[in-house]
């Protein structure tokens, strides 16, 4: 019984929760659609699908390295499930979840792709180490106001 509970969730969930990490423009334009943001050339695409917001990074290669998910709804977040989904999707099945004082933290058994959750803002990002880069960089623009 133990065993179904997961598959049945996996199914119920929308094709949206379906992104890895190493699609291309083309594929995550057929899963989600044309993008809400482009930005400039090295930003960050968004995307708008299921009532999930989609932010997704991309490399020199033209591959996401970085994915950060959030609810669409102010007044609604990701869930420690809805996380815990869309981490093993990206990850795979083989993962280690570590707890720690900001939340859980997924990660690949060769440590090269993490993902973590905060479960007060309802944020889970999933990315390799370079996308990790990215995510800081993108973060610290925000913050100073240089991005858009």
């Known amino acids: 019984m133990k065993q179904i509970l997961p598959l049945l969730l996996l199914l119920l969930l929308p094709v949206i929760t379906q992104a890895r990490l190493g699609d291309n423009i ?20 968004v995307f708008r699908k299921d ?11 033209g591959v996401v390295d970085a994915i950060v998910y959030s609810k669409i709804d102010p007044e609604s977040n990701l869930t420690g499930t809805d996380a815990e989904l869309l981490t093993s999707l ?5 993962i280690r979840r570590v707890e720690s004082i900001d939340g859980p933290r997924w990660q690949t ?40």
């Open 90 to 94: 990206n990850l795979g099945t083989r």
């Open 26 to 45: 083309g594929t995550c334009v057929h899963r989600y659609g044309d993008p809400v943001s482009t930005g400039e050339p090295d930003a960050p695409v």
């Open 109 to 148: 058994a060769d440590q090269t792709a993490i993902a973590t959750f905060d479960a007060t803002t309802g944020i889970l990002q999933v990315y390799t180490a370079t996308g990790h880069k990215r995510l800081e960089e993108f973060t610290r623009d925000i913050q100073s106001g240089d991005a858009s």
């Open 51 to 61: 009532g999930l917001k989609i932010v997704a990074f991309f490399n020199a290669n």
